[in-house]
């Protein structure tokens, strides 16, 4: 993993680019030189006001952020054409901020093809962060509760720095399922503990739970919703 021997790039900037056609071996992480994965570009941006800017294409990675700065960005090219894709072996994108990262920002992505026990396609915990521009669809999640197929959004206790107030805008959370067992819950959308999501202009549509809220289930916190269809789930 090039990730873990950050000394091997010689970008100084704060800007780092993956491309399909780059390469995590011998890629610095420049525009000229890319990396391929987007989990690369991750593990070099380890300072404030980094930016992982990912080219159009399609990654079949799963990817993990632990966010440790402020004003990190992850930004895909479109999100129709900047596709992450579960390969089903886990979530898509699982997001850990362990630092306040208040200001982190993720768009321009369809996540998809996501399998996992909670959380198939984006798993955000205790972060408040600004998500927009996505397309979460076609991910599953199993476990026998509330499993959140499209998105798992937890918080944390007041002593570790929750409550957490993520945002979320343009979203479409589509086709994703809770089938673990006849309890399966949440297939769209989960939330619970200590956060209270905005969401904005999204569309939560065609999401199947085996047991209950095929769209959305709320376990704690408030949620606000502005402008958002939410239809045949």
């Keep these: 993993d090039m990730g873990a021997f950050p000394y091997l790039t010689d970008n100084d ?6 491309e399909t056609s780059g390469s995590d071996v011998s890629g610095s992480g420049t ?34 952020w632990v966010i440790e700065n402020q004003g990190m960005q992850l930004i895909g090219e479109d999100q129709a054409t ?16 362990i630092f306040p990262a208040d200001e982190t920002h993720v768009s321009g992505f369809t996540l998809t093809n996501g399998y996992a026990e909670y ?3 984006l ?17 599953t999640a199993y476990a ?27 979203i479409i959370v589509s086709n994703n399922l809770a089938t673990g067992n006849a309890y399966s ?27 209950k809220g095929g769209g959305i289930v709320a376990g704690s916190g408030s949620v606000i919703y502005n402008n958002c269809i939410i239809r045949n789930n």
């Design 13 to 18: 900037g704060s800007d780092w680019y993956v």
């Design 31 to 64: 525009s000229d030189n890319p990396f391929a994965s987007v989990q690369a570009g991750l593990n070099f941006a380890i300072n404030d006001s980094n930016s992982v800017y990912v080219a159009a294409g399609t990654y079949y990675e799963n990817v993990e």
């Design 123 to 139: 798993k955000l915990y205790r972060s408040s962060a600004n998500v927009s521009d996505m397309i979460i669809t076609g991910n």
């Design 119 to 121: 959380g198939g396609g």
């Design 144 to 170: 026998p509760s509330e499993a959140g197929a499209g998105m798992y959004i937890t918080g944390t206790y007041n002593s570790e720095g929750g409550p957490d107030y993520p945002t979320f805008d343009n």
């Design 82 to 97: 900047t596709i992450i894709d579960g390969g089903g072996t886990g979530s898509v994108l699982s997001i850990d901020a």
């Design 185 to 211: 819950s949440a297939g769209g959308i989960y939330t619970y503990y200590n956060i209270s999501p905005t969401f904005s202009n999204c569309i939560i549509e065609n999401n199947y739970a085996a047991n």
